[in-house]
């Protein structure tokens, strides 16, 4: 069974800094791409940040130039530095991967359970 579990969320000033992480256990063969998503009650969840196993990575425009997506496949793990954040960032953020769990089967589609990240004075 493949988990994800993420940490990191909290509350923190307008102007501060959060390092969301993810860690994904289980039957993993690889992670394709790993990405963060988050959701604000009666929103839409959307896609935050993305990387690949490659490394290539793709940025929501309300974050660039403040967050920064990283992984360590070795580890199973992804991260999310966050600085600059702003009340428009209070959302829950969630882990998702696209794992596969053999050489030759397609990836699947997991998600973590959420951490609550609040920005406010």
């Known amino acids: 069974q493949v988990q994800l579990v993420e940490s990191g969320g909290g509350l923190v000033q307008p102007g501060g800094s959060l390092r969301l992480s993810c860690a994904a256990s289980?039957?993993?063969?690889?992670?394709?791409?790993m990405r963060w998503y988050r959701q604000t009650p009666g929103k839409q969840r959307e896609l935050v940040a993305a990387m690949s196993s490659g490394g290539t990575t793709n940025y929501a425009d309300s974050v660039k130039g403040r967050f920064t997506i990283s992984r360590d496949n070795a580890k199973k793990t992804v991260h999310l530095q966050m600085n600059n954040l702003k009340p428009e960032d209070t959302a829950v953020y969630y882990c998702n991967g696209d794992v596969r769990i053999g050489p030759f089967r397609d990836p699947a589609g997991y998600w973590g359970q959420g951490t609550q990240v609040t920005v406010s004075s």
């Open positions: 289980g039957s993993i063969f690889r992670i394709d791409v």
